[in-house]
């Protein structure tokens, strides 16, 4: 009987450590400062498919048999949130994938809007569609730009989300119009910035 149990918790420990082993592996594939330790851990993996995935302002594009973190939260919000600020064309045919989550429009390239990281956009309670937040970047310049869209932590690796992976838990995804308004050469790709709501 006790090899019995010895048997049943050697095994546990061996799904613990190959889910654990999984999901630090899929978070290797997400740039720098993608998951903001301690606040917001990975809640699943999405199993990657390749497709026609538009290479526009450094999109990072899925590949099959890849393993991406999926996240169901992002860090708490406060008066100065620290995020990455990562650049998307809303235009269609661009690398924004399909329309607006919010608006089920798509944007000008001139138009200051954001996508936020599903946690802030609407799981932590707070429905932000349609408002307002502010951006600072660490030059001291800063901007309004209208929330329009979600930048997917659960889904992604498909033709709705441009078969890019799901966002990190800490993104603000911003129009070339929010980063000309910061002062920031778009072609970086990312930068870290805070947020709050307006």
Request: with cysteine; hydrophobic share 30%.
């Given at each position: 009987m006790a090899s019995m149990k010895l048997l049943a918790l050697f095994a546990l420990l061996q799904v613990g450590l190959f889910l654990h082993a999984h999901v630090s592996e899929a978070t290797k594939h997400h740039k720098p400062g993608s998951p903001a330790a301690g606040t917001c851990q990975a809640s699943g993996v999405l199993h990657g498919k390749a497709g026609d995935c538009k290479r526009l302002h450094g999109s990072d594009c899925c590949r099959d048999g890849e393993s991406y973190p999926q996240f169901r939260c992002s860090p708490p919000v406060s008066a100065e949130t620290p995020a990455i600020l990562t650049v998307n064309s809303f235009e269609k045919g661009h690398d924004g994938g399909g329309p607006c989550e919010c608006d089920n429009s798509y944007h000008d390239d001139s138009e200051k809007v954001v996508a936020l990281s599903s946690g802030w956009l609407r799981l932590?309670?707070?429905?932000?569609?349609?408002?307002?937040?502010?951006?600072?970047?660490?030059?001291?310049?800063?901007?309004?730009?209208?929330?329009?869209?979600?930048?997917?932590?659960?889904?992604?690796?498909?033709?709705?989300?441009?078969?890019?992976?799901?966002?990190?838990?800490?993104?603000?995804?911003?129009?070339?119009?929010?980063?000309?308004?910061?002062?920031?050469?778009?072609?970086?790709?990312?930068?870290?910035?805070?947020?709050?709501?307006?």
């Open positions: 932590d309670g707070t429905p932000r569609c349609g408002k307002m937040v502010r951006v600072t970047a660490s030059n001291g310049r800063s901007v309004l730009a209208k929330v329009v869209d979600e930048c997917d932590s659960v889904n992604g690796c498909d033709d709705e989300h441009n078969f890019e992976p799901p966002c990190p838990p800490n993104v603000v995804d911003g129009s070339p119009a929010v980063w000309k308004a910061l002062g920031l050469d778009d072609g970086i790709g990312e930068v870290k910035v805070t947020w709050s709501d307006v």
